[in-house]
C-alpha cells in the first residue's frame, strides 16, 4: 500500500508561484509513475503532469511552459513548482500514483490552490 500527502496549496496572485510537495509513504520503485491531477468546480479532473524514474515527464499543453514537475526517489517525493499562475489554474490538485505491475493506483486527500486577486 502507498499513501500520499499532499502540501504547499494555497491562495495567490494571478502571476504568482506555488510550490505543491507530495510525499509517498509505503513501497515505492523508480518504475512507478508520480504525477499531478486537478479538479476545478463543476469540470471532469484531468491530468496535470507526470513523471518516471525521474526524468520522463509529461504535461497538459495548458501547464506547458509554466509548470516543472520533479521527483526524488530517495524521499519518495514528488514536486510540482508552479509559476505565472492564472484564475484558470484554480483547482483541487491531487498527488497520483500509478503502477505497472501488480497494476495500482494511489491518490492524495487533494491540496486546494486558489489564484485570485
Known amino acids: 500500500q502507498v499513501q500520499l500527502v499532499e502540501s504547499g496549496g494555497g491562495l495567490v496572485q494571478p502571476g504568482g508561484s506555488l510550490r505543491l510537495s507530495c510525499a509517498a509513504s509505503?513501497?515505492?520503485?523508480?518504475?512507478?509513475?508520480m504525477g499531478w491531477y486537478r479538479q476545478a468546480p463543476g469540470k471532469e479532473r484531468e491530468l496535470v503532469a507526470t513523471?518516471?524514474?525521474?526524468?520522463?515527464?509529461n504535461y497538459a499543453d495548458s501547464v506547458k511552459g509554466r509548470f516543472t514537475i520533479s521527483r526524488d526517489n530517495a524521499k519518495s517525493t514528488v514536486y510540482m513548482q508552479m509559476n505565472s499562475l492564472r484564475p484558470e489554474d484554480t483547482a483541487v490538485y491531487y498527488c497520483?500514483?500509478?503502477?505497472?505491475?501488480?497494476?495500482?493506483?494511489?491518490w492524495g486527500q487533494g491540496t486546494q490552490v486558489t489564484v485570485s486577486s
Open positions: 513523471i518516471i524514474s525521474g526524468s520522463v515527464t
Open positions: 509505503g513501497t515505492m520503485f523508480s518504475s512507478d509513475a
Open positions: 497520483h500514483v500509478h503502477r505497472i505491475w501488480p497494476p495500482s493506483d494511489y
